[in-house]
């Protein structure tokens, strides 16, 4: 009788990173709506984290940038109608 183990999983670094520049996305289309100077910050630094670590969704990647860096100027535009840090309707 011969016993055997499954190996462990090893997660690939590109699985990694396209796990991050899908997160990204997500939360910079999130980050539009609600939390924007929080999720703004954090899609940023993903996506660049997913693009440095040689993600194969690129594409994914460029949005979530592209929306955390909305997320900010959406935050500045509502900051400065209201002078204050939150915006509201």
Same mark, same amino acid.
């Given at each position: ?5 499954? $190996?462990? @999983? %090893? @997660?690939? /670094?590109? @699985?990694?990173? *396209?796990?991050?520049? !899908?997160?990204?996305? +997500? =939360?910079? &289309?999130? #980050?539009? &709506?609600?939390? %924007? !100077?929080? =999720?703004?910050?954090?899609? +940023? +630094?993903?996506?660049?984290? $997913? =693009?440095?670590? #040689?993600?194969? @969704?690129? #594409?994914?990647?460029? &949005? ?5 860096? /909305? *997320? ?12 204050? &840090?939150?915006?509201?309707?």
């Amino acid at each position: 009788m011969e016993l055997t183990t499954a $190996a462990p @999983r %090893n @997660r690939s /670094a590109a @699985r990694d990173a *396209d796990g991050m520049a !899908v997160a990204s996305f +997500i =939360l910079g &289309l999130v #980050g539009l &709506l609600a939390l %924007n !100077v929080f =999720l703004g910050p954090v899609a +940023i +630094i993903l996506a660049s984290a $997913a =693009l440095l670590r #040689g993600t194969t @969704r690129r #594409g994914r990647a460029f &949005l979530g940038l592209g929306l955390g860096v /909305a *997320d900010l100027v959406v935050l500045v535009a509502f900051m400065s109608a209201d002078s204050t &840090l939150s915006w509201s309707f």
